[in-house]
């Protein structure tokens, strides 16, 4: 069976904005764990590099790479013939950027906002709870200070050893 030429293959363009899948390099080809859903940040056709798209993975996709549009850039998904493998070099590609943060920007970003809001919560409780606190370990250190038969009391993290009489 022989393939199709570059001739025979009806023309499609690759914009910045459009949503493309492709399998990773860093995997065999076909494992499932190589499979990659990823929008193009940037069209560079002038690139002799072989790398003209950049995405938002921020994986090396070169020119032999065989991918298909999901999404193009207008929001239309992609069906039928506009949807097939095909190798990145077979596109036309239009030269372009999108702008929307890399992967690894939006999960940086996303952990900052957590550890902050982490830290924020103790302070939107306000001081009366913390005070709470403190009042129960002076105490919970008194009583056990009692237990213990001790005069001195104890921090909340000492250990009381009490000596247990053999029967």
Same mark, same amino acid.
């Given at each position: 069976? *022989?393939?199709?030429?570059? $001739?025979?293959? $009806? %023309?499609?363009?690759? @914009?910045? !904005?459009? #949503?493309?899948?492709?399998?990773? &390099?860093?995997?065999?080809?076909?494992? %499932?764990? !190589?499979?990659?859903?990823?929008?193009?940040?940037? *069209?560079?056709?002038?690139?002799?590099? !072989?790398? +003209?798209?950049?995405?938002?993975?921020?994986?090396?996709? %070169?020119?032999?790479?065989?991918? #298909?549009?999901? *999404?193009?850039?207008?929001? @239309? @998904?992609?069906?039928?013939?506009? =949807? #097939? &493998?095909?190798?990145?070099?077979?596109?036309?590609?239009?030269? !372009?950027?999108?702008?929307? +943060?890399?992967?690894?920007? =939006?999960?940086?970003?996303?952990?900052?906002? =957590?550890?902050?809001?982490?830290?924020?919560?103790?302070?939107?409780?306000?001081?009366?709870?913390?005070?709470?606190?403190?009042?129960? =370990?002076?105490?919970?250190?008194?009583?056990?200070?009692?237990?213990?038969?001790?005069?001195?009391?104890?921090?909340?993290?000492?250990?009381?050893?009490? %000596?247990?009489?053999?029967?």
């Amino acid at each position: 069976m *022989v393939g199709l030429s570059l $001739s025979e293959l $009806s %023309p499609e363009e690759l @914009h910045a !904005g459009d #949503k493309i899948a492709y399998y990773s &390099w860093a995997f065999v080809t076909g494992d %499932p764990r !190589g499979y990659r859903e990823s929008v193009v940040l940037r *069209v560079d056709s002038s690139t002799t590099e !072989g790398t +003209p798209i950049q995405v938002d993975t921020g994986e090396v996709v %070169p020119l032999t790479v065989k991918l #298909k549009r999901l *999404v193009d850039h207008t929001g @239309h @998904h992609c069906t039928g013939e506009e =949807a #097939k &493998w095909r190798n990145l070099r077979t596109f036309r590609l239009v030269d !372009g950027t999108y702008d929307t +943060p890399m992967r690894s920007s =939006a999960f940086n970003r996303a952990v900052q906002d =957590a550890i902050a809001d982490a830290f924020a919560y103790p302070r939107r409780l306000g001081g009366q709870e913390r005070e709470d606190l403190v009042e129960n =370990a002076a105490t919970g250190s008194a009583l056990l200070a009692e237990q213990t038969g001790n005069d001195v009391s104890m921090s909340s993290t000492s250990v009381a050893l009490v %000596p247990t009489v053999a029967a």
